[in-house]
């Protein structure tokens, strides 16, 4: 499985930063690593991005959508639209959504099959809170956001799981690779139960939460990580670079 390196910038850069960050990033990272770095950008600046990167290997998705693809729902995102515009993946369930939009797993199962009927690859974020972690519930918080979130999947289209323990993301905090390992040992074997073996291999399970160019290294060679999801880090081109670098 190919390694990737996704980057959520999440509320930040204008669209004319965003230009000036993916001529940065399209120059600095090698072309043979084009197709393995994805870009989620702030949603007004998917209109520069999108033609820029059309021209590319290198892909860009959406930081959410709404389950559905129109109507009257203000301020939402159609993963019709977004289709349409070029996009190939989406976000789905970032530890943000949930928690500061109280978005819940049943509303994420639906934006899972949404997307997926449009043919862009969801990015299913899961993790749990320090305070989960601490009264050893997991374990079990990974299997409710997977079983619930993948409820309406289907497996025979791609999906990507994106691992970030809460008490890791933007907070300098990362997890530990032991930490990591469990985890990931623990998504990739719950898929092997859930789904057909085939679809639980070819699944990528990323790692996300103050990735960093010093904990790259050792972080991309724990079992299982396939990929990072960098917020902080991946705001200047350089400093995503180095991670890439020290991940290769
Ligand atoms: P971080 O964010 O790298 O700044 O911790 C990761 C994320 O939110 O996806």
């Not at 977004?82 to 934006?111: D, P, Q, Y």
């Not at 997991?138 to 799981?161: A, H, R």
């Not at 789904?195 to 790692?207: G, S, V």
């Amino acid at each position: 499985m190919r390694f990737i390196w996704a980057a959520n910038w999440k509320l930040n850069k204008s669209p004319k930063e965003s230009l000036v960050a993916i001529n940065e990033l399209l120059e600095q990272v090698p072309k043979n690593l084009h197709s393995q770095v994805l870009v989620f950008p702030q949603n007004f600046s998917v209109g520069v991005l999108a033609s820029l990167l059309s021209k590319t290997s290198m892909t860009w998705g959406a930081q959410n959508i709404h389950p559905e693809n129109e109507g009257a729902f203000t301020g939402e995102n159609s993963p019709k639209i977004l289709k349409e515009m070029g996009a190939t993946h989406v976000l789905i369930g970032h530890s943000e959504r949930r928690h500061l939009f109280a978005e819940a797993n049943e509303f994420l199962a639906r934006k899972v099959s949404s997307a997926q009927k449009e043919m862009l690859i969801p990015v299913l974020c899961i993790g749990e809170t320090l305070e989960e972690r601490e009264s050893n519930k997991t374990k079990s918080v990974l299997e409710e956001q997977l079983k619930i979130g993948l409820q309406f999947c289907d497996f025979q289209k791609p999906v990507i799981i994106a691992y970030e323990p809460v008490w890791a993301i933007g907070t300098g905090k990362v997890a530990m690779p032991e930490q990591v390992l469990e985890a990931h040992a623990f998504i990739r074997n719950y898929l092997k139960e859930m789904t057909q073996q085939d679809f639980a291999e070819k699944t990528p399970i990323l790692y996300g939460g103050s990735v960093k160019a010093d904990n790259a290294e050792i972080l991309s060679k724990v079992a299982n990580v396939n990929g990072f999801l960098v917020g902080g880090a991946s705001l200047q081109a350089e400093t995503f670079n180095q991670i890439i670098q020290a991940s290769l």
